[in-house]
T-cell receptor, first 113, second 113 residues
């Protein structure tokens, strides 16, 4: 596709449920990023990949959050035992290597009840 | 992490130039300066980036101070569609573990007709 796509666009989960959020980056983009954005705030870095290697996961808020990109293309962000504070928009972005700008997807809005 | 400082808000009149400032006094030699903007309910949109020299593209110009401790995003003729939150971020090379991007709260630009 022409841009970064994310699915689902909206997800409602009951507290304690596991969720998986998918990101399809722009074809050929080596770098992939995940961010969490709360209402009225800027995006907060979660993690990023260079191909299949996860180079920085320092932003993942707890061990309930896990991201993977096994073949260096599609990535999945998994949140286990969701809590209400996990409610946010989860943004994915991809980029060409080294210095390129990041191109963002539309985000997945997660609501935990 | 190297941080950036931006004014919370700015106003501009339609069809006039807009200069959005950003301070980044702790920038390292390998940090790139990136600008993004975000409209309500959308993912951030890449605007421009640079390292040392001033940069121009179809959306905007980026003026970087000689000491690289500040930069200015220039919109040459503001339109109503330019009303958004503008983020200035620093980012290291993506083929290292320095590719983390830290977004602040950005500058909310209001364009008056």
């Amino acid at each position: 596709g022409a841009g970064v796509s994310q699915s689902p666009r909206y997800k409602v989960a009951k507290r304690g449920q596991d969720v998986a959020l998918r990101c399809d980056p722009i074809s050929g983009h080596v770098s992939l990023f995940w961010y969490q954005q709360a209402l009225g705030q800027g995006p907060e870095f979660l993690t990023y990949f260079q191909n299949e290697a996860q180079l920085d996961k320092s932003g993942l808020p707890s061990d309930r959050f896990f991201a993977e990109r096994p073949e260096g293309s599609v990535s999945t962000l998994k949140i286990q035992r969701t809590q209400q504070e996990d409610s946010a928009v989860y943004l994915c972005a991809s980029s060409l290597p080294v210095a390129g700008g990041q191109f963002f997807g539309p985000g997945t809005r997660l609501t935990v009840l | 992490d190297a941080k950036t400082t931006q004014p919370n808000s700015m106003e501009s009149n339609e069809e006039e130039p807009v200069h959005l400032p950003c301070n980044h006094s702790t920038i390292s030699g390998t940090d790139y300066i990136h600008w993004y903007r975000q409209l309500p309910s959308q993912g951030p949109e890449y605007v421009i980036h640079g390292l040392t020299s001033n940069v121009n593209n179809r959306m905007a110009s980026l003026a970087i101070a000689e000491d690289r401790k500040s930069s200015t995003l220039i919109l040459h003729r503001a339109t109503l569609r330019d009303a958004a939150v503008y983020y200035c971020i620093l980012r290291g090379p993506l083929n290292t573990n320095a590719g983390k991007s830290t977004f602040g709260d950005g500058t909310t630009l209001t364009v008056k007709p």
